[in-house]
């Protein structure tokens, strides 16, 4: 099996703050794989390092088997990647469909305004092709009704629905989503999940989604999970076998989670 993301030995020093220590873990292509942490673990900064954003103090990243340990952040996209981030940011003066053709953060020029308009009244064949793809988006997400809400009134969990529309718009194969269920509504969350899932089954994309909550996203269908804790890894597997793992259970979960598992 090929490998979509390869992190090997991710460091990230703040200052005198060693946020990332010693961080590898590999992705394969085809895959939805959660990672997972207490809050100030280091999984943002992951991200950051993986995508460009944050330029990591040792370690490298291959995407899909190619260097990336110095992309920018406007050339992950070139390399089949997107991300979304932690908080949402979506143009609150616009619809729904409106924010889906804007390509996301870092990588549009100066009139948005223009090139939406552009798009939404498209004159040539490129521009019908994004509409047609935003629409087919908000289809595969299950939410074609809301093309033409303001995106100001949605609810949290419906704006994050319209991040994750707007990160799978340039049609990715690497898809790494920071928290896209945190506050949403439990079903919500769910039906999310379910989509995601759906995706990877169905297009073949790869999904590496952080999540907070591990009772959670141990019920959700992810092949696989990466635990991270104090800035490394603590341990990956199967749902199964992060539930039942020990040191997960006494690093991370307390007394929270059933390490049976039969409660479903
Ligand atoms: N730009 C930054 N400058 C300085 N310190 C930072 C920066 N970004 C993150 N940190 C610190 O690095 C550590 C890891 O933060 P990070 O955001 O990666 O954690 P996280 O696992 O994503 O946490 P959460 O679950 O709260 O989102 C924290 O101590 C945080 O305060
Ligand atoms: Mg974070």
């Known amino acids: 099996m090929s490998k979509a993301l390869e992190v090997t030995s991710l460091r990230k020093e703040f200052g005198g703050l060693v946020a990332v220590k010693d961080v590898s873990f590999t992705v394969d292509e085809g895959e939805f794989v959660g990672l997972i942490g207490p809050n100030g673990c280091g999984k943002s900064t992951t991200f950051n390092c993986i995508s460009g954003l944050l330029e990591q103090t040792s370690g490298s990243i291959e995407i899909f088997e190619e260097d990336a340990s110095?992309?920018?952040?406007?050339?992950?996209?070139?390399?089949?990647?997107?991300?979304?981030?932690?908080?949402?940011?979506?143009?609150?003066?616009?619809?729904?469909?409106?924010?889906?053709?804007?390509?996301?953060?870092?990588?549009?020029?100066?009139?948005?305004?223009?090139?939406?308009?552009?798009?939404?009244?498209?004159?040539?064949?490129?521009?019908?092709?994004?509409?047609?793809?935003?629409?087919?988006?908000?289809?595969?997400?299950?939410?074609?009704?809301?093309?033409?809400?303001?995106?100001?009134?949605?609810?949290?969990?419906?704006?994050?629905?319209v991040d994750i529309g707007r990160s799978m718009m340039g049609e990715p194969r690497l898809l790494l989503l920071d928290e896209p269920v945190a506050g949403v509504a439990g079903p919500l969350a769910m039906k999310i999940f379910n989509n995601l899932r759906k995706l990877v089954d169905d297009s073949g994309i790869t999904v590496l989604i952080i999540e907070h909550n591990m009772d959670f996203i141990l019920r959700q269908g992810v092949d696989r999970i990466i635990v991270m804790n104090e800035g490394g890894v603590l341990m990956q597997g199967t749902p199964d076998e992060v539930r039942n793992n020990r040191a997960v259970i006494e690093a991370y979960l307390g007394a929270t989670v059933d390490s049976g598992g039969g409660e479903e």
């Open 70 to 161: 110095e992309i920018r952040p406007d050339q992950i996209q070139n390399l089949g990647m997107t991300r979304t981030f932690q908080h949402t940011n979506l143009w609150r003066e616009m619809t729904v469909i409106e924010n889906l053709l804007v390509p996301p953060r870092g990588q549009f020029g100066s009139s948005i305004r223009e090139m939406v308009r552009s798009l939404l009244f498209p004159a040539n064949p490129v521009e019908e092709e994004r509409l047609s793809r935003a629409y087919e988006v908000l289809d595969q997400l299950e939410v074609p009704h809301m093309a033409h809400n303001m995106t100001s009134e949605l609810s949290g969990g419906q704006s994050k629905l």
